[in-house]
């Protein structure tokens, strides 16, 4: 798959939640060759150093020519891709990593994600709609205000502090609706911070259903060649696997978090 080198100029860049940026840039030959799941590599300002490392963030969705991406302001990274405006540009490398696997068939498509971990779902919901798989999404977040839940299909949720949907986390939501054996032949796509991705991976190891987990952990160079992005895989040749190019997507039972 060829990498791409843009120079992407900003459409809009909304708040969609407190802190929450959904930017929308015009970047015509990563939107036409990315697929759900692969990510951007991002340098916010290409005419300072500072900061001096490409930030990774998964393409969020496309239409056409643009690329969406859906950000969390963390630092100084996010807070000057925070601080874009319509016609500013931003440097991207991409499309990077290995998108999810739709290969197989796939009665039910479910999508379990923690907080930003969202971000990869609109496009990977687009891709499973036109494969015709019966889709059910599961978000959780810390309260009814964190809820993103554009451009997915058959949203239930889970909140921290009860205000929408399941008192509890979207863990628990899984199991609940596993249990309501409402979801024939199901594969589990999910993102999230690593203590719920281990917690999914638990469940379906238990109740062995297919499942891929995209990461997104700290990353550098995001091609393969600083070796900082590792991942303990459970069998295989090598003792780890890069993030970066092996990844962001893992087979659950591929890697040890
Ligand atoms: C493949 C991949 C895809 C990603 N996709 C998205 C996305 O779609 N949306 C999004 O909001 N973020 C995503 N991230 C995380 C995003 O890259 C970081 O939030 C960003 O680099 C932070 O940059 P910064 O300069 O603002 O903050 P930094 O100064 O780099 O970090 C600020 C604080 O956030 C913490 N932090 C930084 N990166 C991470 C991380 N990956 N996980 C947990 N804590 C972190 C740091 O430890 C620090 O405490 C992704 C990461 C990877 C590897
Ligand atoms: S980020 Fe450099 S090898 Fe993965």
Same mark, same amino acid.
Request: no cysteine.
């Given at each position: 798959m060829t990498m791409r080198h843009e120079l992407a100029?900003?459409?809009?860049s909304r708040e969609v939640a407190r802190g929450i940026i959904r930017l929308a840039v015009r970047s015509p030959l990563i939107a036409a060759t990315a697929l759900p799941g692969q990510f951007v590599n991002v340098r916010v300002d290409h005419r300072s150093l500072y900061p001096l490392l490409r930030r990774p963030f998964s393409v969020s969705r496309t239409d056409g020519e643009v690329c969406e991406l859906l950000f969390n302001v963390v630092g100084p990274g996010t807070e000057r891709l925070a601080a874009k405006r319509a016609d500013d540009t931003i440097d991207m490398i %991409?499309?990077?990593?290995? +998108?999810f696997c739709l290969d197989h068939e796939i009665g039910t498509a479910v999508i379990v994600a923690?907080?930003?971990?969202?971000?990869?779902?609109?496009?990977l919901t687009a891709a499973l709609e036109k494969k015709g798989a019966r889709i059910l999404t599961l978000l959780g977040a810390r309260t009814r205000a964190m809820v993103i839940r554009d451009h997915l299909t058959d949203v239930r949720v889970a909140t921290d502090d009860g205000s929408e949907g399941l008192k509890?986390?979207?863990?628990?939501?899984?199991?609940?609706?596993?249990?309501? %054996?409402?979801?024939?032949? +199901?594969k589990i796509f999910g993102c999230g911070p690593t203590p719920m991705l281990r917690?999914?991976?638990?469940v379906a190891a238990a109740r062995d259903i297919p499942c891929e987990l995209s990461l997104e952990g700290s990353m550098a160079c995001g091609v393969g060649l600083c070796q900082g992005c590792p991942v303990e895989r459970t069998a295989?040749?090598?003792?780890?696997?890069?993030v970066c190019t092996d990844g962001p997507t893992f087979e659950s039972t591929e890697i040890t978090l």
């Open positions: 100029r900003v459409i809009t %991409g499309p990077l990593g290995k +998108p923690g907080g930003l971990g969202v971000a990869p779902f609109p496009f509890g986390t979207v863990v628990d939501l899984l199991e609940r609706t596993l249990s309501g %054996g409402q979801t024939p032949n +199901p917690a999914l991976s638990a295989g040749g090598r003792k780890y696997a890069l």
